[in-house]
């Protein structure tokens, strides 16, 4: 990476038009030295470490968008022998740690040099990878349905998951409710899973991917890791901001080898922009598919938010891979040709409850429900 | 623990009386078993691991008091061998996670049974602990001091780092802003900042603790706390929201054995309640002292909730160490003895750039401020 290179952050700041100025001038000061400016006596800091202000444009008479520049040195490792490798935590530090404690500013945009972007590395996968891994065309969306209720037992969880991959679904991801509960322990989870995968992948010849749920300290998610290598499990769940980004970001690189799905879960709302943060960065930081809440579902994400997540998790990005988008939240079945026509074939379909009102996994009404399922995402043309 | 333990939670939500009963439903299902209730076929699931909605209290005519309790069960971990132990991870996700993506849901409150809590921890040390170890009296605030800006050679934060400590300072912690930066590196900035903390003491019989910043992926983190533990250092700080909640407990558990600072960058702003956040989550996941912005600072918290975190902090709690609270951001040594009068002894006084503002370190006027900053802190009489 070359030492100029500069991380261009965009805040929108309320703020009145005499105060704007100041105040900008006073984030890209926070958001770097965090001193008042006379304390900076050194030149080289001032030139360099002190954030700048690139840009100061009005949206409307309260509020801005401020663009500032800050630079990569301040986020890298030189210690360590990690040699100018990007740190995570360090990155959102720079970007939006003080002033994320501001009423009054929101983070909404950040733009990477390319080399400092490919270091991080992206999704593994992304959206052709998991096709690939599941013999989907290109022509149609990806399915995917999810295991729950907790509390369920194990071998109630396993059943479903082979009524699910055998009627046809891609992927088959636990409710993220679903940790390492006695009701269900994790190991003894995945192993029954997984072998419901295989079975029925054996009987129709169609390979599914299994993807269950990682959530714990740092520790637990490695243990966890290891469990999917010995199963032979294909692909995993985890929510980034609930594990922290700077874990999430460490177990896609070293301990997983298979397509992450990243679940919105803590994600808040609105502080950081939506389709920065799930689009992204969750994309940047090695989810291959991203979870997000769909218009008209469970959560009122707005029409013109989602569609941004999606073409933000897909747009051409020089290096790293594009992800799955997977609007979810209450979707049903009778969506799929709303949901196609809303986002093309580039889109993993995902309906979790909504399936499971058919019936339990011994009620024959369930599997029937998956394969309309499967046959809308597959039969539908996007437009 | 009991398996009939169940953790409280309280959440402000906007809504309409004709709405909110259904709303409130909708948000202890979703924190639960994330289903419809029509597929909660199992009675057991229905009866215990449902979450419940205690009592709903109108605030106002658009905003209710919802407490919803949810079994512990959901929240332990089983498997792996580590036996009914807390899930730091699933507990937030049990808390807030889905709920996180509703912008009319605030999440105010968490109230964990005893032996929940105890089995996560809370500060090793807490105030008095870290009285304890600078030799203290709990008739005077402790007093901290910053070491910046970043962009500073090792060697000049090092010698800082020896102005401050023979000055009188307690607690001298790294800028948030230092990392592994090549020009100051981790290891290389530990151990030249903690020699300067003991040939400090050697010169004046007088302990001072170095606080560096710990920040990075899990690997990091512990790799730096190796460092600490190499060169003898006395304390840490970490930014919980940034590095994660459960890697910081986990950090903080295992592999750290000295006080922890908190730092509150990325920690966002209000959607999950200030002082629970700062004062009561990041207390109980192990931080002996906890730093926020206080009134009239750089930020703009009100008054009232400063006082909050600092109660929330300190307060009583069974099993549970008082946490030092660090009011910061922008204080002066002239208002030393207003947040005394504030906060009374019982409290960590944190001043950054202001003192730096008298001079570098090689400016006696540094040494002058900051020994006015320590005996203003030692003879302001709390109210």
Known sequence: MNAEDRIKVRYRIRATPDTIDAFALAVAVEQSVEVPLDVVRDAWIREHIVGRVEAVTPVDTQHYLVDVSLATDTMTHEGNGSNDAPDIAQALNMIFGNSSMHDRVELVDVNFPEGFAQAIGGPRFGIDGIREQVGAAKSRPLTCAALKPQGLPTAELARLCGVFARSGIDVIKDDH?????????????????????????????????????LVGTPETLAANARVLREEGVGAALVAPMLVGLPAFHELVRRHLQVPVLAHPAFCGSGRIDRALLLGKLYRLLGADAVIYPHYMGRFAWPEALCGDIARTALTPWPGIRPAAPVPAGGMTVERVPELVRFYGADVMLLIGGSLLQAGDARDPALAERTRAFVSGAASVMPQ
């Open 177 to 213: 409710g679903l940790a390492d509960q006695r009701y269900a322990p994790f190991a003894e989870r995945v192993r029954a899973c997984q072998k419901a995968i295989v079975e029925a992948e054996r009987d129709t010849g169609r390979r599914a991917l299994y993807a269950p749920n």
